[in-house]
């Protein structure tokens, strides 16, 4: 793998589905502590990218590498992936409505140590202390007795976030984080993904330019299974090519 600092290297990956290639030899890497955008318009290969690397989809070929030690993510499965550290966060939220903040942070403990723990775990102190410390890092600490179906769109989105983080995940892929958010809640979100990527690798799909603009990160521009702009927003946003296919103009 060239250079430590690289997380996730995907060299050559294609995806044909009945006929048609949604991943078009695709090659790119991202950093251990890297805060990447990935743009591009409807059907450029987002979502199969993302199921890719949580190995929900096969790729016919290529390949893809994970971490200093260069391990094929291609031979593992959806929860093998989810182990070694690699969290995704869908569109919708989907917390226990009808439970807690601390009680969905608190499950989604128990479920990071393992399913073969979570008949006999009991908490412990220090789990409800890691609870309340992720809460905090997501903006909800002082929310934790709240029941989550209270709580705003903006909220349970934090909260999912939260409930990823206790897997401690290396890499968070999260899937237009900012849609349907209040101007406030996309200034929160924005601070919590650059604040996350400080520590791991966090990747947003994001539609949405002025979010993107905000987060102010290497973006990568996919078009048709392809990668066909890289580097900073104000860098893709002037390549002829981008504004060809992607802003229609
Ligand atoms: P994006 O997330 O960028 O909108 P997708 O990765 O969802 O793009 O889709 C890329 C292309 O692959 C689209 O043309 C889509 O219709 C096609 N596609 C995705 N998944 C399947 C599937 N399971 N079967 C057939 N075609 C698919």
Redesign the pocket.
């Known amino acids: 793998m060239s250079g430590t600092s690289t997380l996730l290297e995907v060299s050559g990956i294609s995806v044909t589905?009945?006929g048609?290639r949604?991943?078009n030899n695709l090659s790119f890497n991202i950093g251990a502590a890297e805060l990447r955008a990935i743009i591009?318009?409807?059907?450029?290969?987002?979502?199969?990218?993302m199921?890719i690397v949580t190995g929900k989809t096969r790729p016919d070929e290529g390949s893809v590498l994970w971490g200093e030690m260069s391990r094929n993510l291609l031979k593992m499965n959806e929860s093998q992936i989810a182990r070694i550290g690699i969290g995704r966060k869908f569109q919708r939220p989907t917390v226990f409505e009808d439970q807690s903040v601390s009680d969905n942070l608190m499950m989604a403990l128990k479920a990071a140590r393992g399913p073969w723990r979570v008949l006999v775990w009991r908490p412990k102190e220090e789990d409800h202390a890691r609870v309340a410390a992720l809460a905090e890092q997501v903006g909800l600490g002082d929310q934790l007795a709240r029941k989550s179906g209270e709580l705003s769109h903006g909220q349970k989105q934090w909260l999912e976030i939260g409930m990823l983080l206790a897997q401690e995940p290396k890499l968070l892929l999260v899937d237009e984080p900012a849609a349907g958010m209040t101007l406030a809640e996309r200034e929160q979100t924005t601070a919590l993904l650059v604040e996350l990527a400080k520590t791991r690798a966090v990747v947003v799909?994001e539609h949405d330019m002025e979010f993107v603009r905000r987060l102010d990160c290497k973006v990568t521009v996919?078009h048709e299974?392809s990668v066909l702009a890289e580097g900073s927003l104000d860098h893709v946003t002037a390549n002829p090519k981008v504004i060809e296919v992607y802003l229609g103009r």
Do not use: S
Request: charged share 15%; no cysteine; hydrophobic share 40%.
């Open positions: 589905f009945d048609f949604a991943i591009g318009p409807n059907g450029a290969g987002k979502t199969t990218f199921d799909v996919l299974g």
